[in-house]
């Protein structure tokens, strides 16, 4: 059986937690930051855990 190929896009977004969830950044956080609250871009800066929905799509282009 050949080797499945990791997405090298969905590896630059998503990084693999010890319990196998997933963690990923806020979006909104790229550009036109002025008109944007300090409390609203302290809060996009966190990171978030991928929502049950999508982890199963995930593993799937994150096979290692």
């Known amino acids: 059986m050949p080797k499945l190929k ?8 998503y990084k693999r937690t010890g319990t196998s969830n997933f963690l990923r950044r806020h979006a909104f956080k790229g550009h036109l930051l002025m008109k944007k609250s300090n409390k609203q871009k302290r809060k996009l800066s ?18 290692y």
């Open 46 to 63: 966190q990171t978030i855990c991928v929502s049950r929905s999508d982890i199963k799509s995930i593993k799937l282009m994150l096979p």
């Open 6 to 13: 990791t997405r090298k896009a969905a590896a630059k977004r």
